[in-house]
Nanobody, 121 residues
Framework: QVQLVESGGGLVQPGGSLRLSCAAS????????MSWYRQAPGKQRELVAR???????DHADSVKGRFTISRDDVKKMVYRQMNSLKPEGTAVYYC???????????????WGQGTQVTVSS
């Protein structure tokens, strides 16, 4: 199976920064897109950023200019640098990845368990 494990969450003051990491492990032939989602209390999970296998990125308008996404295909990791954090950024952040577990298999989407980010003074 495939496991995604996020790390790097925590408590940060408004205007601060955090770097989230997500490590993929297990039976992995290739990884296509990798994404970060977040779910704030009482709200639906929303896409924050996505990075393709070719490195093309896309960000939600609410985080453009403040957040960046990157990946390391050798380490099978995706990163999220979050700067100028705002209280409305408080949420559980999830990573997901479109993974192919063998040359004959199709791509499946796997999710991590999430990491809590709290932005508060």
């Amino acid at each position: 199976q495939v496991q995604l494990v996020e790390s790097g969450g925590g408590l940060v003051q408004p205007g601060g920064s955090l770097r989230l990491s997500c490590a993929a492990s297990g039976i992995i032939f290739s990884i296509r897109a990798m994404s970060w989602y977040r779910q704030a209390p009482g709200k639906q999970r929303e896409l924050v950023a996505r990075i393709s296998s070719g490195g093309d990125t896309d960000h939600a308008d609410s985080v453009k200019g403040r957040f960046t996404i990157s990946r390391d295909d050798v380490k099978k990791m995706v990163y999220r640098q979050m700067n100028s954090l705002k209280p409305e950024g408080t949420a559980v952040y999830y990573c997901n990845a479109d993974v192919k577990i063998s040359v004959l298999a199709g791509f499946r989407t796997f999710w991590g368990q999430g990491t809590q980010v709290t932005v508060s003074s």
